[in-house]
């Protein structure tokens, strides 16, 4: 997937969270992605920054769902969520050390 696509895929997420949660509680469940500092505006921000947002959003998306008492998101989907932001993770520490 090319930047401009993880970009354009990163602000969409963001309008489904917005959707979904309120902004009282967007403190609270998005911290990690809030401290983070990475938007969609930031064109400037890797690739990899871009990715590892996208599965912050995805898992917390994932969460914000679980917790409204939705029956159709199998928690296997949440675990997997949270596997790919440990690897993303990494990647980003191994991009940040290479430089």
Not at 27 to 44: A, D, M
Not at 58 to 74: A, C, H, M, N, Y
């Amino acid at each position: 997937m090319y930047k401009d696509e993880m970009i354009q895929l990163h602000q969409f997420l963001l309008y489904v969270l917005k959707y979904l949660e309120d902004e009282d509680k967007m403190q609270k469940t998005c911290g990690e992605y809030i401290s983070l500092n990475i938007r969609p505006h930031h064109i400037h921000k890797t690739k990899a920054e871009h990715k590892h947002a996208i599965f912050l959003l995805s898992t917390t998306i994932s969460e914000v769902i679980r917790d409204k008492g939705e029956d159709s998101l199998p928690t296997n989907v949440i675990i997997t969520l949270t596997e790919l932001v440990k690897k993303s993770r990494k990647e980003l520490n191994e991009e940040v050390d290479n430089f």
